[in-house]
Nanobody, 112 residues
Framework: QVQLVESGGGLVQPGGSLRLSCAAS????????IGWFRQAPGKEREGVAC????????LYADSVKGRFTISKVHAKNTVSLQMNSLKPEDTAVYYC?????RGRGTQVTVSS
């Protein structure tokens, strides 16, 4: 069964950092491109970052470029999203997705 499970969200002050993880099961993440998305209340879903296979090329939304880094951890079959210099506008539910498969998401709240 293909499954994605996110973790690592929480409450952080502006300027802080969080590292999100997405654990994959039922398939080998190394063989696929995968992305992180987010959705804030009342807003449309936004693509944040994606990473390709096999060369692990990364693309980022302009809103997070230079602050977020996506990477695959092959040994753990996970994809991570390192988020630095967080802003209140980064507040959203973050989830990873591969095609039609997505996790349930993890809440990130940036507030003082």
């Amino acid at each position: 069964q293909v499954q994605l499970v996110e973790s690592g969200g929480g409450l952080v002050q502006p300027g802080g950092s969080l590292r999100l993880s997405c654990a994959a099961s039922g398939f080998t993440l190394e063989d696929y491109a995968i992305g992180w998305f987010r959705q804030a209340p009342g807003k449309e879903r936004e693509g944040v970052a994606c990473i390709s296979s096999p060369y692990a090329s990364a693309l980022y939304a302009d809103s997070v470029k230079g602050r977020f880094t996506i990477s695959k951890v092959h040994a753990k079959n996970t994809v991570s999203l390192q988020m630095n210099s967080l802003k209140p506008e980064d507040t959203a539910v973050y989830y990873c997705a591969l095609g039609a498969t997505r996790g349930r998401g993890t809440q990130v709240t940036v507030s003082s």
